[in-house]
Protein backbone atom coordinates (compact mmCIF):
# COMPACT_ATOMS: atom_id res chain seq x y z
CA UNK A 1 0.00 0.00 0.00
CA UNK A 2 1.44 3.39 -1.03
CA UNK A 3 1.85 5.72 1.83
CA UNK A 4 -0.33 8.95 1.87
CA UNK A 5 1.39 12.25 1.90
CA UNK A 6 -0.07 15.64 2.47
CA UNK A 7 1.93 18.70 1.07
CA UNK A 8 0.58 22.00 2.35
CA UNK A 9 2.22 25.56 0.82
CA UNK A 10 2.80 23.09 -2.33
CA UNK A 11 2.91 26.41 -5.09
CA UNK A 12 5.64 27.60 -3.31
CA UNK A 13 8.84 27.07 -4.65
CA UNK A 14 10.22 24.92 -2.15
CA UNK A 15 6.78 23.15 -1.54
CA UNK A 16 6.45 22.43 -5.03
CA UNK A 17 10.06 21.12 -5.58
CA UNK A 18 9.32 18.44 -2.56
CA UNK A 19 6.20 17.91 -4.45
CA UNK A 20 7.29 16.93 -7.71
CA UNK A 21 10.38 14.81 -6.35
CA UNK A 22 8.28 12.87 -4.03
CA UNK A 23 5.42 12.32 -6.94
CA UNK A 24 8.37 10.74 -8.38
CA UNK A 25 8.91 7.54 -6.00
CA UNK A 26 6.25 5.24 -6.08
CA UNK A 27 5.74 4.01 -2.97
CA UNK A 28 4.16 7.53 -2.32
CA UNK A 29 0.57 8.75 -3.01
CA UNK A 30 1.40 12.56 -2.60
CA UNK A 31 -1.44 15.41 -2.28
CA UNK A 32 -0.79 18.95 -2.62
CA UNK A 33 -2.76 21.67 -1.60
CA UNK A 34 -2.51 25.41 -1.53
CA UNK A 35 -4.76 28.32 -1.09
CA UNK A 36 -5.53 28.39 -4.48
CA UNK A 37 -6.01 25.51 -6.83
CA UNK A 38 -4.14 24.20 -9.34
CA UNK A 39 -5.64 21.27 -11.64
CA UNK A 40 -3.03 20.90 -14.06
CA UNK A 41 -0.19 20.62 -11.00
CA UNK A 42 -2.72 18.36 -8.94
CA UNK A 43 -3.15 20.79 -6.26
CA UNK A 44 -6.31 21.30 -4.48
CA UNK A 45 -7.28 24.35 -2.63
CA UNK A 46 -6.86 24.77 1.21
CA UNK A 47 -7.00 28.10 3.74
CA UNK A 48 -4.69 26.93 6.09
CA UNK A 49 -6.87 28.23 8.70
CA UNK A 50 -10.19 26.22 7.69
CA UNK A 51 -9.88 23.59 10.43
CA UNK A 52 -12.51 21.75 8.90
CA UNK A 53 -11.23 21.43 5.32
CA UNK A 54 -7.95 20.23 6.92
CA UNK A 55 -9.33 17.36 9.20
CA UNK A 56 -10.85 16.53 5.26
CA UNK A 57 -7.40 16.23 3.62
CA UNK A 58 -5.36 14.56 6.31
CA UNK A 59 -7.79 11.35 6.32
CA UNK A 60 -5.45 8.42 5.57
CA UNK A 61 -2.21 10.41 5.97
CA UNK A 62 0.83 9.12 7.32
CA UNK A 63 3.18 12.20 6.65
CA UNK A 64 2.22 15.66 6.60
CA UNK A 65 4.43 18.44 5.37
CA UNK A 66 3.60 21.69 6.32
CA UNK A 67 5.18 24.23 4.10
CA UNK A 68 2.63 26.59 3.46
CA UNK A 69 3.51 30.36 4.79
CA UNK A 70 2.30 33.87 4.94
CA UNK A 71 5.52 35.77 3.53
CA UNK A 72 4.34 38.94 5.49
CA UNK A 73 7.38 38.69 8.42
CA UNK A 74 7.31 41.99 9.89
CA UNK A 75 3.59 42.31 9.93
CA UNK A 76 3.21 40.11 13.48
CA UNK A 77 -0.25 40.69 14.41
CA UNK A 78 -1.96 41.14 10.96
CA UNK A 79 -0.63 38.07 9.30
CA UNK A 80 1.95 36.32 11.44
CA UNK A 81 0.07 35.50 14.19
CA UNK A 82 -3.69 34.73 12.61
CA UNK A 83 -1.95 32.83 9.51
CA UNK A 84 1.42 31.13 10.34
CA UNK A 85 1.13 30.54 14.03
CA UNK A 86 -2.52 29.87 13.94
CA UNK A 87 -2.80 27.53 10.87
CA UNK A 88 -0.16 25.82 12.29
CA UNK A 89 -2.12 24.99 15.48
CA UNK A 90 -4.93 23.67 12.99
CA UNK A 91 -2.62 21.40 10.92
CA UNK A 92 -1.52 19.60 14.31
CA UNK A 93 -4.52 19.54 15.46
CA UNK A 94 -6.38 17.53 12.09
CA UNK A 95 -2.78 15.56 12.19
CA UNK A 96 -3.60 14.64 15.70
CA UNK A 97 -7.33 14.00 15.28
CA UNK A 98 -6.96 11.96 12.41
CA UNK A 99 -3.50 9.83 13.24
CA UNK A 100 -1.11 11.10 11.39
CA UNK A 101 2.15 10.01 12.14
CA UNK A 102 4.82 12.31 11.61
CA UNK A 103 4.61 16.15 10.86
CA UNK A 104 7.78 17.70 9.07
CA UNK A 105 7.46 21.38 9.14
CA UNK A 106 9.56 24.02 7.03
CA UNK A 107 11.32 25.81 9.47
CA UNK A 108 14.37 28.48 8.86
CA UNK A 109 17.96 28.88 9.64
CA UNK A 110 16.26 32.64 10.89
CA UNK A 111 15.10 31.04 14.40
CA UNK A 112 18.68 31.31 15.54
CA UNK A 113 19.96 34.31 12.79
CA UNK A 114 21.33 36.32 15.95
CA UNK A 115 24.42 34.02 16.77
CA UNK A 116 27.47 35.50 14.91
CA UNK A 117 29.05 34.29 11.83
CA UNK A 118 31.52 31.62 13.24
CA UNK A 119 30.10 30.67 16.07
CA UNK A 120 28.91 27.20 16.65
CA UNK A 121 25.62 26.46 16.64
CA UNK A 122 23.93 23.24 17.60
CA UNK A 123 20.69 22.49 17.16
CA UNK A 124 20.05 22.25 20.66
CA UNK A 125 21.54 25.93 21.08
CA UNK A 126 18.96 28.10 22.60
CA UNK A 127 16.77 30.14 20.23
CA UNK A 128 17.77 33.51 18.72
CA UNK A 129 15.43 34.60 16.34
CA UNK A 130 16.42 37.25 13.66
CA UNK A 131 12.75 38.36 13.22
CA UNK A 132 9.18 37.84 13.54
CA UNK A 133 9.81 35.70 10.62
CA UNK A 134 12.46 33.80 12.66
CA UNK A 135 10.32 34.09 15.96
CA UNK A 136 6.98 32.35 14.40
CA UNK A 137 9.38 29.56 13.38
CA UNK A 138 10.41 29.02 16.94
CA UNK A 139 6.72 28.96 18.60
CA UNK A 140 5.93 26.27 15.92
CA UNK A 141 8.79 24.17 16.57
CA UNK A 142 7.87 24.47 20.07
CA UNK A 143 4.48 23.32 18.89
CA UNK A 144 5.93 20.13 17.23
CA UNK A 145 7.75 19.70 20.65
CA UNK A 146 4.37 19.85 22.18
CA UNK A 147 2.47 17.36 19.90
CA UNK A 148 5.20 15.04 20.12
CA UNK A 149 5.28 14.76 24.06
CA UNK A 150 1.86 15.08 24.29
CA UNK A 151 0.29 13.05 21.54
CA UNK A 152 2.90 10.82 19.86
CA UNK A 153 3.25 12.47 17.07
CA UNK A 154 6.84 12.44 15.31
CA UNK A 155 7.74 15.76 14.16
CA UNK A 156 10.48 16.87 12.38
CA UNK A 157 11.33 20.56 11.82
CA UNK A 158 13.81 21.08 9.22
CA UNK A 159 15.64 24.34 9.13
CA UNK A 160 15.88 25.39 6.27
CA UNK A 161 18.93 27.42 4.53
CA UNK A 162 18.44 29.46 1.15
CA UNK A 163 16.64 27.34 -1.23
CA UNK A 164 16.39 30.34 -4.47
CA UNK A 165 14.94 27.30 -6.52
CA UNK A 166 17.40 27.74 -9.40
CA UNK A 167 20.21 25.38 -8.43
CA UNK A 168 22.68 28.15 -7.99
CA UNK A 169 23.49 30.73 -4.90
CA UNK A 170 23.01 33.89 -5.77
CA UNK A 171 25.23 35.26 -2.93
CA UNK A 172 28.10 34.99 -0.62
CA UNK A 173 25.79 34.53 2.25
CA UNK A 174 23.93 32.23 0.99
CA UNK A 175 26.41 30.04 -0.05
CA UNK A 176 26.86 29.28 3.22
CA UNK A 177 23.19 28.16 4.04
CA UNK A 178 22.44 27.19 0.47
CA UNK A 179 20.69 23.77 -0.33
CA UNK A 180 19.74 22.57 -4.16
CA UNK A 181 16.53 21.36 -5.41
CA UNK A 182 18.20 17.52 -5.44
CA UNK A 183 19.17 18.31 -1.61
CA UNK A 184 16.00 19.64 -1.06
CA UNK A 185 14.06 15.98 -2.00
CA UNK A 186 16.26 13.60 -0.57
CA UNK A 187 16.20 15.77 2.91
CA UNK A 188 12.50 15.73 2.73
CA UNK A 189 12.72 12.20 1.68
CA UNK A 190 15.19 11.22 4.24
CA UNK A 191 12.63 12.92 7.23
CA UNK A 192 9.53 10.80 5.45
CA UNK A 193 11.36 7.47 5.79
CA UNK A 194 13.44 8.74 9.39
CA UNK A 195 12.79 6.01 12.06
CA UNK A 196 9.83 5.84 14.01
CA UNK A 197 11.35 5.92 17.41
CA UNK A 198 12.20 9.84 16.20
CA UNK A 199 9.74 11.24 17.99
CA UNK A 200 11.18 14.94 17.95
CA UNK A 201 14.27 16.57 15.77
CA UNK A 202 15.76 20.02 14.51
CA UNK A 203 17.84 19.65 12.36
CA UNK A 204 19.71 22.14 9.57
CA UNK A 205 18.99 21.99 5.81
CA UNK A 206 21.86 22.98 3.94
CA UNK A 207 23.51 21.23 1.04
CA UNK A 208 27.15 20.17 1.29
CA UNK A 209 28.66 23.11 1.45
CA UNK A 210 32.32 24.17 2.02
CA UNK A 211 32.47 26.96 4.60
CA UNK A 212 28.66 25.74 6.01
CA UNK A 213 27.50 27.70 8.48
CA UNK A 214 26.18 24.37 10.12
CA UNK A 215 27.96 20.45 11.13
CA UNK A 216 25.26 18.73 9.42
CA UNK A 217 27.50 15.54 8.86
CA UNK A 218 26.08 13.86 11.97
CA UNK A 219 22.66 13.65 9.71
CA UNK A 220 24.25 10.23 7.27
CA UNK A 221 24.06 7.86 10.32
CA UNK A 222 21.08 9.50 12.08
CA UNK A 223 18.54 9.52 9.19
CA UNK A 224 20.92 8.76 6.13
CA UNK A 225 20.77 12.40 4.25
CA UNK A 226 24.02 12.79 2.32
CA UNK A 227 23.74 16.16 0.65
CA UNK A 228 25.75 16.10 -2.83
CA UNK A 229 26.14 19.30 -3.56
CA UNK A 230 28.89 22.25 -2.62
CA UNK A 231 28.02 26.12 -3.25
CA UNK A 232 31.23 27.20 -3.10
CA UNK A 233 31.60 25.30 -6.31
CA UNK A 234 29.26 27.06 -7.91
CA UNK A 235 30.19 30.16 -7.44
CA UNK A 236 33.79 29.66 -8.28
CA UNK A 237 32.67 29.04 -11.44
CA UNK A 238 30.74 32.51 -11.65
CA UNK A 239 32.92 33.91 -10.67
CA UNK A 240 35.37 32.25 -13.25
CA UNK A 241 32.78 33.55 -16.21
CA UNK A 242 33.08 37.12 -14.15
CA UNK A 243 29.39 37.00 -13.01
CA UNK A 244 28.20 39.36 -10.14
CA UNK A 245 28.04 37.72 -7.12
CA UNK A 246 25.95 39.51 -4.28
CA UNK A 247 28.31 41.02 -1.49
CA UNK A 248 25.58 40.46 1.73
CA UNK A 249 28.00 38.97 4.38
CA UNK A 250 27.41 40.61 7.78
CA UNK A 251 28.39 39.86 11.43
CA UNK A 252 24.93 37.59 11.86
CA UNK A 253 24.12 34.43 10.73
CA UNK A 254 20.65 35.76 10.19
CA UNK A 255 22.25 38.21 7.67
CA UNK A 256 19.74 41.69 6.73
CA UNK A 257 17.32 40.24 8.33
CA UNK A 258 19.03 41.40 11.71
CA UNK A 259 18.75 45.05 10.55
CA UNK A 260 14.72 44.89 9.62
CA UNK A 261 12.56 46.66 11.36
CA UNK A 262 8.61 47.00 11.28
CA UNK A 263 7.20 49.18 8.93
Not at 36 to 42: I, S
Request: hydrophobic share 35%.
Amino acid sequence: MKRKILITGASGIIGQAIMDGLRGIRKYEVLGADIEADEKKGIVPLDINDPVRLEELTKGVHTLLHIAWAEDDEDFLGKVLPVNVAGAYHVYEAARKNGVKRVIFASSNHATGYYKVGEDVEVTDPYRPDSFYGLSKCYIELLGRLYADKHNISSINMRIGNFPGDDRPHSERSAHIWISSRDMVQLAVRCIEADSSIKFLCLYGTSNNSGNYYDIGYLKQMIGYEPQDDASELLEDARRRKKKIKQDETSYQGGGYVDKRPS
